[in-house]
């Protein structure tokens, strides 16, 4: 590929990531710089709540754990958001929960190393939970 191939490349899926973000219905749109406690305030679907919806969407939730959580304000969206580890499978998937209500927006696995350019990239991320 030459580079110019590889730019068209990026970008075009960059917007398809964008547009499908943005496609996501959700129930509550915090203000954008809103801050941990204030994302708290508004969120109606507690984490023990949220965290039995994320685990129901697998075949057997028997098998799955959460390795992270946090409740964030991701392209718009008040969400619940999960890394769970399914047993032995390598990496993590990433459920969405909508924390109005409780209804699984996404679910996507990320690698093992994708998972760490993903903690990496949220050290360097404002405290404000926005994405």
């Known amino acids: 590929m030459n ?14 990531a964008t547009v499908l973000a943005a496609s996501i ?44 959580s946090e409740l964030e304000a991701e392209h718009g969206c008040l969400i619940w958001s999960f890394d769970m580890k399914v047993k032995g499978v390598r990496g993590v998937r990433e459920v969405q929960v909508d924390a109005g209500n409780g209804k699984v927006l996404s679910s996507v696995y990320e690698s093992p190393a994708r998972e760490a350019a993903e903690k990496k990239a949220d050290r360097h991320t404002p405290t404000t939970n926005q994405r």
Request: aromatic share 2%; hydrophobic share 45%; proline share 7%.
């Open 3 to 16: 580079r110019l191939t590889q730019l068209i490349t990026v970008l075009t899926s960059t917007a398809a």
């Open 25 to 68: 219905p959700c129930s509550i749109h915090p203000p954008k710089g809103a801050s941990t406690a204030e994302l708290a305030k508004l969120a109606k679907v507690s984490q023990a709540d949220a965290e039995t919806a994320a685990k129901a969407s697998f075949k057997k939730p028997a098998d799955v754990t959460v390795a992270e």
